[in-house]
């Protein structure tokens, strides 16, 4: 806290001000240039527009104290407000690869599947009865324009001759169903679009074309993806993004059995303009 | 150019001292050789000394209800006396700022400038005056240099250190006098001499800082083009810290204005006496409503404390509060569907979580039951004279939807300024968690059932994801741990993180979120431990 001298602006109020319009320029910014989901999931946007707005128009509310001085300003709050807000703005967002965070390992399989209680994300098929009545009530709404790209995709996967082509907006929903169904799928042609992940863990042929996955926000990333085994995988320089096109097998990994695509063939493919894929 | 007359002004409530200490001043002989005009706002038992006026260059006047102190009073005084100093005796029921006020007039500010302000407290009332008059002191001591304890001699050492506190919490900068001699001190000439100690320029703070970013960012563009290769590296990593801090702000920031502002409408809109009878009167049922109201709370783990810490000024029992600002992160519905999604096929997981959720809050919330806290825990004071939002100064002043809105909007603007340097901080820590600890680091550790509980208890507080994500990290330590050990993941992430306890403490005593912490943690492991193995084995 410090004595101003007899400034006549309130800098108090002008801080104030230029702290709640600048986070609200920034979220606006963010979202018209679509660079927000570089950020957060997508689901997440409707809630960064009403901040922008509610910051915009609480700024508003301070206007009227600009012309009237303050004794007493104490800047340090404000310094927490702008520091990141220069950082914002100076910085561009980056879009995060494998070698970008401290990741564990990518996720393959999930042990805790139930064998009889399958799929609940899946829509209303013929197998999933069981499935308890909130997976179709309650969740498609919430999914928005996800949902029907998996509706669409979630038929053509009932055709069991059809190949499975695994798009971004569905990535995590196949991911999931080939996990729990992997019987079911097993020597079904699969086309799937990822980037080289690598652990110290895999054998000189294995990789898993992955996906980074965001829940909710950059912080919690992923990496997830089906294991793939391909004779030349130890040619692959991690994080290079490729088309894999291959067949479901159940394999034997570290005693476990898990569903992999055993590749035909591997081709470089382009980064697709979101990275990220959603689990919801 | 000639000089400015130099203005001083003392505050206080009738019977602080005021006046004693004016006629202490006069004895003062660098004062008696100045022409020096008093102006007197109210008259007290004690009067200004006349024999000490006699033969100097000292002038009195008094403004009582007849004539204001106003821009044209001050005016003449400055006309007709042409005083090199202005000792202002302010009446204590009156607004200091608006005083200062008249002082900013353009045609004042020209002859004159405002020193000292100093504020005399009478120890024995000012709790009293506090509670009763709370505003209007608030913003006096909020505007003083110097700060005079009276009559504190005789009063107990806790008692004084407390009230230290509360002034220091109010105004941090101002210089707090307290003894026996405090009087005399405060008459002393140091304290009254022209511009003593130098004044910081924010301005000018906030103008290097800029120029420091701007010389960064240049430097870092000028590297680049040059094509410096680790230099190159470095920021990549900066970068990638950056891209993650900025994510936790953006999914953060809607949450916790979403927080302040249901908090502001509390405070402004709904009076304290009926919030608190929304709450049931029974304990009992105090807690089931706690937890029903969390379940109708769609919100994350950030929004929740300010609404809680709100509930507690307003006179909801804390341990109500408690249980709701624990139960509601974990069984709102986001959150619920939030784990159904991460387990798919799995219902009973979200079953589970929410229950031992429930437990943990139930538990902690009755600890608080059994040993209420005594003290004050909520922090205001100097936030509530900050806000200026005209409902926390006085909220007589609110009047009309209008106005409503508009103390509302402001109230949750200076809200979310004390809560958000906390969230800010807290994400700083958290995203370094992320971008430099890796998640298996936790799996390596590994051990037997209780040290697994443990390690993924301190896992969630830790790495801090946002309670509605705190299920899809869980799941990713399924395979390397038990389901009981993941569910105290799950239960306490939204509980209590890096972050949150952060948050806590913007709004809550430090002691007080110690305490809550430390009880948080004993009980969440108490309660995971058992009821876990029981559902392990029912699993």
């Given at each position: 806290?410090?004595?101003?001298?007899?400034?006549?602006?309130?800098?108090?109020?002008?801080?104030?001000?230029?702290?709640?319009?600048?986070?609200?320029?920034?979220?606006?910014?963010?979202?018209?240039?679509?660079?927000?989901?570089?950020?957060?999931n997508?689901?997440?946007?409707?809630?960064v527009?009403?901040?922008?707005?509610?910051?915009?128009?609480?700024?508003?509310?301070?206007?009227?104290?600009?012309?009237?001085?303050?004794?007493?300003?104490?800047?340090?709050?404000?310094?927490?407000?702008?520091?990141?807000?220069?950082?914002?703005f100076?910085?561009?967002?980056?879009?995060?690869?494998?070698?970008?965070?401290?990741?564990?390992?990518?996720?393959?399989?999930?042990?805790?599947?139930?064998?009889?209680?399958?799929?609940?994300?899946?829509?209303?098929?013929?197998?999933?009865?069981d499935?308890?009545?909130?997976?179709?009530?309650?969740?498609?709404?919430?999914?928005?324009?996800?949902?029907?790209?998996?509706?669409?995709?979630?038929?053509?996967?009932?055709?069991?001759?059809?190949?499975?082509?695994?798009?971004?907006?569905?990535?995590?929903?196949w991911?999931?169903?080939?996990?729990?169904?992997?019987?079911?799928?097993?020597?079904?042609?699969v086309e799937?679009?990822?980037?080289?992940?690598k652990?110290?863990?895999f054998?000189?042929?294995?990789?898993?074309?992955?996906?980074?996955?965001?829940?909710?926000?950059?912080?919690?990333?992923?990496?997830?993806?089906l294991?793939?085994?391909?004779?030349?995988?130890?040619?692959?320089?991690?994080?290079?993004?490729?088309?894999?096109?291959?067949?479901?097998?159940?394999?034997?990994?570290?005693?476990?059995?898990?569903p992999?695509?055993i590749?035909?063939?591997?081709?470089?493919?382009?980064?697709?303009d979101?990275?990220?894929?959603?689990?919801? | 150019?000639?000089?400015?007359?130099?203005?001083?002004?003392?505050?206080?409530?009738?019977?602080?001292?005021?006046?004693?200490?004016?006629?202490?001043?006069?004895?003062?002989e660098?004062?008696?050789?100045?022409?020096?005009?008093?102006?007197?706002?109210?008259?007290?038992?004690?009067?200004?000394?006349?024999?000490?006026?006699?033969?100097?260059?000292?002038?009195?006047?008094?403004?009582?209800?007849?004539?204001?102190?106003?821009?044209?009073?001050?005016?003449?005084?400055?006309?007709?006396?042409?005083?090199?100093?202005?000792?202002?005796?302010?009446?204590?029921?009156?607004s200091?700022?608006?005083?200062?006020?008249?002082?900013?007039?353009?045609?004042?500010?020209?002859?004159?400038?405002?020193?000292?302000?100093?504020?005399?407290?009478?120890?024995?009332?000012?709790?009293?005056?506090?509670?009763?008059?709370?505003?209007?002191?608030?913003?006096?001591?909020?505007?003083?240099?110097?700060?005079?304890?009276?009559?504190?001699?005789?009063?107990?050492?806790?008692?004084?250190?407390?009230?230290?506190?509360?002034?220091?919490?109010?105004?941090?900068?101002?210089?707090?006098?307290?003894?026996?001699?405090g009087?005399?001190?405060a008459?002393?000439?140091?304290i009254?001499?022209?511009?003593?100690?130098?004044?910081?320029?924010?301005?000018?703070t906030?103008?290097?800082?800029?120029?420091?970013?701007?010389?960064?960012?240049?430097?870092?563009?000028?590297?680049r083009?040059?094509?410096?290769?680790?230099?190159?590296?470095?920021?990549?990593r900066?970068?990638?810290?950056?891209?993650?801090?900025?994510?936790?702000?953006i999914?953060?920031?809607p949450?916790?204005?979403?927080?302040?502002?249901?908090?502001?409408?509390?405070?402004?809109?709904i009076?304290?006496?009926?919030?608190?009878?929304?709450?049931?009167?029974?304990?009992?049922?105090?807690f089931?409503?706690?937890?029903?109201?969390?379940?109708?709370?769609?919100?994350?783990?950030?929004?929740i404390?300010?609404?809680?810490?709100?509930?507690?000024?307003?006179?909801?029992?804390?341990?109500?509060?408690?249980t709701?600002?624990?139960?509601?992160?974990?069984?709102?519905?986001?959150?619920?569907?939030?784990?159904?999604?991460?387990?798919?096929?799995?219902?009973?997981?979200?079953?589970?979580?929410?229950?031992l959720?429930?437990?943990?809050?139930?538990?902690?919330g009755?600890?608080?039951?059994?040993?209420?806290?005594?003290?004050?825990?909520?922090?205001?004071?100097?936030?509530?004279?900050?806000?200026?939002?005209?409902?926390?100064?006085?909220?007589?002043?609110?009047?009309?939807?209008?106005?409503?809105?508009?103390?509302v909007?402001?109230?949750?603007?200076?809200?979310?300024?004390q809560?958000?340097?906390f969230?800010?901080i807290?994400?700083?820590?958290?995203?370094?968690?992320?971008?430099?600890?890796?998640?298996?680091?936790?799996?390596?550790?590994?051990?037997?059932?209780?040290?697994?509980?443990?390690?993924?208890?301190?896992?969630?507080?830790?790495?801090?994801?946002?309670?509605?994500?705190?299920?899809?990290?869980?799941?990713?330590f399924?395979?390397?741990?038990?389901?009981?050990?993941?569910?105290?993941?799950?239960?306490?992430?939204?509980?209590?993180?890096?972050?949150?306890?952060?948050?806590?403490?913007?709004?809550?005593?430090?002691r007080?979120?110690?305490?809550?912490?430390?009880?948080?943690f004993?009980?969440?492991?108490?309660?995971l431990?058992?009821?876990?193995?029981?559902?392990?084995?029912?699993l």
């Open positions: 806290m410090v004595n101003s001298p007899w400034v006549r602006i309130n800098l108090d109020a002008l801080l104030r001000i230029a702290v709640l319009s600048g986070f609200a320029l920034f979220f606006f910014i963010l979202v018209q240039n679509g660079r927000i989901l570089l950020y957060v997508p689901r997440i946007v409707p809630y527009k009403f901040g922008s707005l509610v910051m915009a128009v609480t700024a508003l509310f301070f206007i009227k104290d600009v012309f009237k001085p303050k004794r007493k300003i104490n800047i340090t709050p404000y310094l927490f407000f702008l520091i990141p807000l220069l950082f914002a100076l910085l561009p967002a980056k879009s995060l690869d494998s070698t970008a965070m401290a990741f564990g390992d990518v996720e393959i399989t999930s042990r805790n599947a139930n064998a009889g209680n399958s799929g609940a994300v899946v829509l209303q098929n013929s197998e999933t009865t499935t308890p009545d909130y997976s179709a009530s309650d969740f498609t709404d919430s999914t928005d324009s996800d949902s029907t790209a998996i509706e669409e995709d979630g038929t053509a996967g009932l055709d069991p001759a059809a190949p499975v082509i695994v798009n971004d907006a569905d990535f995590v929903y991911l999931q169903e080939i996990n729990y169904n992997m019987e079911k799928y097993e020597g079904r042609e799937v679009t990822g980037f080289v992940f652990s110290k863990e054998s000189h042929n294995e990789f898993v074309p992955a996906r980074l996955m965001m829940a909710c926000c950059t912080a919690d990333l992923q990496p997830v993806g294991l793939c085994r391909y004779d030349k995988a130890a040619e692959l320089p991690q994080d290079t993004w490729l088309k894999v096109t291959g067949i479901i097998k159940a394999v034997d990994y570290k005693g476990e059995k898990i992999a695509i590749a035909a063939k591997v081709e470089e493919a382009k980064k697709p979101n990275e990220y894929v959603y689990p919801y | 150019m000639k000089m400015k007359t130099q203005v001083d002004i003392i505050t206080g409530f009738l019977g602080s001292g005021k006046t004693t200490v004016i006629n202490k001043l006069l004895e003062n660098e004062i008696q050789s100045r022409r020096t005009f008093i102006i007197q706002c109210e008259m007290g038992e004690t009067a200004i000394d006349g024999s000490l006026l006699q033969g100097k260059a000292i002038d009195t006047g008094c403004v009582t209800r007849g004539n204001n102190m106003d821009v044209k009073y001050i005016l003449g005084i400055i006309k007709t006396c042409q005083p090199e100093r202005i000792i202002i005796e302010h009446n204590g029921t009156g200091l700022e608006q005083l200062l006020e008249v002082f900013q007039h353009r045609s004042i500010h020209k002859y004159c400038i405002v020193n000292k302000i100093i504020h005399m407290i009478d120890a024995d009332t000012f709790e009293l005056f506090m509670s009763n008059m709370g505003g209007i002191l608030t913003e006096q001591i909020f505007n003083s240099d110097f700060i005079v304890i009276n009559n504190s001699c005789d009063m107990e050492k806790d008692r004084l250190k407390h009230m230290e506190r509360a002034l220091k919490a109010i105004n941090k900068s101002a210089v707090i006098i307290n003894n026996s001699e009087v005399e001190l008459a002393q000439k140091e009254f001499s022209e511009g003593a100690g130098k004044p910081n320029k924010p301005l000018e906030i103008t290097m800082i800029f120029l420091a970013f701007a010389a960064v960012y240049l430097a870092s563009i000028a590297l083009t040059a094509g410096t290769g680790p230099v190159n590296i470095d920021l990549s900066f970068q990638t810290l950056n891209t993650v801090f900025l994510s936790i702000l999914q953060a920031f949450f916790i204005l979403i927080g302040v502002l249901v908090s502001s409408v509390i405070q402004v809109i009076p304290g006496e009926k919030l608190v009878s929304l709450f049931p009167r029974r304990t009992g049922l105090g089931i409503a706690a937890i029903l109201a969390g379940f109708l709370f769609p919100v994350c783990d950030c929004s404390v300010p609404v809680a810490a709100r509930l507690v000024k307003k006179g909801v029992p804390l341990h109500t509060a408690v709701f600002m624990l139960a509601a992160p974990l069984v709102n519905p986001l959150s619920i569907a939030s784990t159904l999604y991460a387990f798919p096929g799995q219902p009973s997981i979200a079953v589970y979580r929410v229950f959720g429930v437990a943990v809050a139930l538990a902690v009755v600890t608080f039951w059994f040993f209420p806290e005594e003290r004050k825990i909520t922090i205001d004071g100097y936030a509530n004279y900050s806000c200026r939002c005209g409902y926390c100064m006085d909220n007589t002043a609110i009047t009309g939807p209008k106005g409503k809105v508009e103390a909007f402001r109230h949750a603007g200076a809200e979310f300024f809560v958000g340097r969230l800010i807290g994400a700083l820590l958290s995203s370094i968690v992320q971008v430099m600890v890796p998640k298996n680091i936790f799996s390596d550790l590994g051990g037997g059932y209780v040290v697994s509980l443990l390690i993924m208890m301190l896992a969630a507080f830790v790495l801090s994801v946002c309670s509605t994500s705190d299920a899809f990290i869980g799941r990713t399924i395979n390397q741990f038990p389901i009981g050990a993941v569910m105290g993941f799950m239960v306490l992430g939204p509980m209590l993180d890096i972050k949150n306890f952060l948050v806590l403490l913007g709004n809550f005593s430090k007080f979120v110690f305490k809550l912490v430390f009880v948080l004993v009980l969440a492991f108490i309660i431990l058992f009821l876990t193995t029981i559902i392990t084995v029912i």
